[in-house]
Structures are given as C-alpha cells and as structure tokens.
C-alpha cells in the first residue's frame, strides 16, 4: 500500500474513541504509577465479550496481540511477512481499533504487543530461518520500523493504550547462536554484535524512534534478549525516555511449567528440572523469587523508579504437578516487591493449558462453544488456581 492511501485510510479508519485520544494521552504514563494487575490476550478471534468479561474480572489491563488474527484471504497485520512490507491490512487494523474503543468503553486498559512484524513471520518467529531474519538484515529493520509509524499514526495515541511493545520476546541470541540462557556465551555473543542488525538496543532505539515520531507521549515497553528473561536485562542498555518501561517475563522452567514437555516427571518444588536430562531437585524457599534479582538490581542501579518495571507474563500448565504452590509463589513474589504483572492468559482461543478457570484434569483443547462473534466459551469455573489471581484482581467493597 502506498504512502499516500496508508494516510488516507488512516484518517477513515479513526473512530470517535480517537478524536481526544491526543489530549488524554498524557495519562497513560501515569497509570503506571501504581501497581497494576493484568492479563495476556493471545487470540486468534478477538472479540468486544471477552474484553468485557475482563474488565468484570477486575483486570486492570490486558496485553493485546493481532498477531495471530487473519482475514479472509489468511493474511495478516502486516499482509505477506515472507513479502516486502507495504502497509497494514485495513481489515484487521479496523479490527484492532474496534477492540480498542470496547476496552475504553467497559474501562479496561491495553497495551499492545506484537509477536511478528516484518521478515519475522510464523507467528512469534518459531520458524528458526524466519526468526533469525529479522536479526541479520538492516531492510528488515527498516520495514519494522515503517510498520511501528504506521500503527503508531493508525492507533493516534488511542485513550485505551496505555503502552506500546515493539516486540513480544525478543530472541537474537537464541535465533542466531541458540544461546537461551544467560551467562559467559550470552554476554560475548551481545558484544560481538554491537553496531548489527542483532544489536537489542540498537533495535529499541529505531522503534522508538518510529513510534516518536508520530506519537510523543504513549508509554513504551521494551523487552530484554533470551525471551524476555530478567537475567537477560542487565545486557540492555538504558533509553533516554521517561515514558519508557521495561518488561520481562518469569518462565523458570519451561521443562516443568510445559506439559508436553513435563510428561509427569516433574513437581513443584520438590522435583525441578536441572537439565534437559530430566535430572531433577528440590528448589528451595525463595529460588523461585530469585530470579527477578537481576532485573530488581538493573532498575536500582539505573535509578529509575520500580513501577517501570512490569512482569508482562508469567504462568504454568494448570496440569502440571505443584501448578498451585508455583502460580502462589510468583505470586507473592511480584506482590511484594510491589510489582505491575500480567498472567498467561486470560481466556485464550488457541491455547489453554494456562485457563486457570479450567480444571486441572479439565483436557487440552477443553470442549467450547462459540457465540456468534466467534468467542468460544468453555466451562469456567473459580479453580483454586484462578482464585489466586483473582484475590488480587477483585476490588474490596
């Protein structure tokens, strides 16, 4: 799509929602002035009742993605990603504006998050070639950045974001060396790359710089190496914007909290995985809290203030043995350190292992019934695992 139709289709597609969103914007840093709490929205059909349904639940916030929505013709946001970027779908950023006027109308917030973009497709860059483009090549980097100017001058500082993520688990050491966890390999492999189309913070740099200049004020969420890992965010350089945060992602495990990668042999905490052996141990109280130090001590030490930092995910099979102690364990730990949070996931259409409202003996792929936008509703229920989340989500009367 040319420039000139982008414009135009930008200004037919602002919906009334979007008319003060520019004088209303200067609050959406604020709302991170205190601790939130929220959830993920990774779906396939997003629709106006799941929305609603959240904002009931007392959720503050929710983290929306379009990338696994498609049109018509199975296309995306972005159109073709294995093709050259040429603008956005307009179906789907009509769409994605339509969601957001029904978060600011039932009083729920949203930031929005992408898991592909440009030269990255296959949803989240699972595909091990199409994931590592986006990290060897500086024209993909260009068409990712076009893709955050156009969304950013599509969404015109809607009153609903309260943030913008550029990318959902940024993964350049892992795409280009299968390096997936911190130390002496992680830390040379950022220094070889400085300068590249591999540099995390030179990448941060050109969309926030995309998203500036059209949009000055939208908060900014910016993620650290290793799938958002805390251990990885001391590898990041700070950014000159205090309307920027800084968002991981707590998945200690994934051999334990996954449970086709579990397959029973493990338990919290009395037998986590040490390798990919299946050698297992007990983990003692507090390891588990632990691992947001890195992280805690990358804020401290840059003075920036902790509501800037934010768990964006965190969660567990609902299937897994210790599910309860583990999800109670993060938990306490991010409500102690006073922390914004957003569990995995809330509802969602493709994947339920993390529907905590579903037992946990309830099947994968739990039997739904779809409404006629195309929710599928499933039999929720106030789990004990639910009601850990929900404790904190409920406002007191």
Same mark, same amino acid.
């Given at each position: 799509?040319?420039?000139?139709?982008?414009?135009?289709?930008?200004? %037919?597609?602002?919906?009334?929602?979007?008319?003060?969103?520019?004088?209303?914007? %200067?609050?959406?840093?604020?709302?991170?002035?205190?601790?939130?709490?929220?959830?993920?929205?990774?779906?396939?059909?997003?629709?106006?009742?799941?929305?609603?349904?959240?904002?009931?639940?007392?959720?503050?916030?929710?983290?929306?993605?379009?990338?696994?929505?498609?049109?018509?013709?199975?296309?995306?946001?972005?159109?073709?990603?294995?093709?050259?970027?040429?603008?956005?779908?307009?179906?789907?950023?009509?769409?994605?504006?339509?969601?957001?006027?029904?978060?600011?109308?039932?009083?729920?917030?949203?930031?929005?998050?992408?898991?592909?973009?440009?030269?990255?497709?296959?949803?989240?860059?699972?595909?091990?070639?199409?994931?590592?483009?986006?990290?060897?090549?500086?024209?993909?980097?260009?068409?990712?950045?076009?893709?955050?100017?156009?969304?950013?001058?599509?969404?015109?500082?809607?009153?609903?974001?309260?943030?913008?993520?550029?990318?959902?688990?940024?993964?350049?050491?892992?795409?280009?060396?299968?390096?997936?966890?911190?130390?002496?390999?992680?830390?040379?492999?950022?220094?070889?790359?400085?300068?590249?189309?591999?540099?995390?913070?030179?990448?941060?740099?050109?969309?926030?710089?995309?998203?500036?200049?059209?949009?000055?004020?939208?908060?900014?969420?910016?993620?650290?190496?290793?799938?958002?890992?805390?251990?990885?965010?001391?590898?990041?350089?700070?950014?000159?914007?205090?309307?920027?945060?800084?968002?991981?992602?707590?998945?200690?495990?994934?051999?334990?909290?996954?449970?086709?990668?579990?397959?029973?042999?493990?338990?919290?905490?009395?037998?986590?995985?040490?390798?990919?052996?299946?050698?297992?141990?007990?983990?003692?109280?507090?390891?588990?809290?632990?691992?947001?130090?890195?992280?805690?001590?990358?804020?401290?030490?840059?003075?920036?203030?902790?509501?800037?930092?934010?768990?964006?995910?965190?969660?567990?099979?609902?299937?897994?043995?210790?599910?309860?102690?583990?999800?109670?364990?993060?938990? %306490?730990?991010?409500?102690?350190?006073?922390? %914004?949070?957003?569990?995995?996931?809330?509802?969602?259409?493709?994947?339920?292992?993390?529907?905590?409202?579903?037992?946990?003996?309830?099947?994968?792929?739990?039997?739904?019934?779809?409404?006629?936008?195309?929710?599928?509703?499933?039999?929720?229920?106030?789990?004990?695992?639910?009601?850990?989340?929900?404790?904190?989500?409920?406002?007191?009367?």
């Amino acid at each position: 799509m040319k420039a000139g139709l982008f414009t135009a289709l930008c200004l %037919s597609l602002t919906s009334p929602a979007t008319a003060l969103a520019q004088s209303q914007a %200067s609050d959406a840093m604020a709302f991170w002035s205190e601790q939130r709490r929220g959830a993920n929205f990774f779906n396939e059909v997003e629709t106006e009742q799941r929305i609603a349904d959240a904002a009931n639940a007392g959720l503050d916030f929710i983290r929306l993605t379009p990338s696994k929505w498609r049109d018509e013709a199975g296309l995306g946001l972005f159109g073709d990603l294995s093709t050259p970027y040429e603008g956005l779908n307009p179906a789907l950023t009509a769409h994605m504006i339509a969601m957001l006027d029904a978060a600011e109308a039932h009083g729920i917030k949203v930031v929005l998050t992408l898991m592909d973009m440009p030269c990255m497709y296959g949803r989240q860059g699972d595909d091990p070639d199409t994931a590592a483009a986006l990290w060897r090549d500086e024209g993909c980097l260009d068409q990712a950045a076009q893709a955050w100017t156009d969304l950013a001058t599509a969404l015109n500082g809607h009153p609903a974001l309260v943030g913008y993520n550029p990318l959902n688990e940024p993964q350049p050491a892992p795409a280009l060396a299968g390096i997936d966890e911190p130390g002496e390999n992680f830390v040379a492999f950022v220094a070889a790359h400085q300068g590249s189309a591999a540099d995390l913070d030179a990448f941060n740099a050109r969309m926030i710089s995309a998203i500036r200049s059209v949009d000055e004020t939208t908060p900014i969420h910016l993620e650290p190496d290793l799938y958002a890992a805390p251990a990885a965010l001391p590898a990041m350089a700070p950014v000159e914007d205090d309307r920027v945060l800084y968002s991981v992602h707590l998945y200690p495990s994934w051999l334990y909290g996954t449970h086709r990668a579990n397959r029973g042999r493990f338990s919290y905490p009395d037998a986590m995985p040490m390798n990919w052996e299946g050698d297992a141990e007990r983990w003692e109280e507090g390891r588990l809290c632990a691992l947001m130090n890195p992280a805690l001590e990358w804020i401290d030490a840059h003075q920036i203030p902790r509501e800037q930092l934010i768990v964006a995910e965190f969660g567990v099979s609902r299937r897994v043995e210790g599910a309860e102690a583990y999800l109670s364990d993060i938990v %306490s730990c991010l409500e102690g350190h006073e922390l %914004s949070w957003a569990f995995y996931s809330y509802r969602e259409d493709a994947w339920d292992e993390m529907d905590y409202e579903l037992a946990p003996d309830a099947p994968a792929w739990a039997p739904s019934r779809t409404d006629e936008a195309g929710y599928r509703i499933k039999n929720w229920e106030p789990t004990a695992l639910y009601q850990l989340l929900d404790q904190h989500l409920t406002p007191e009367p």
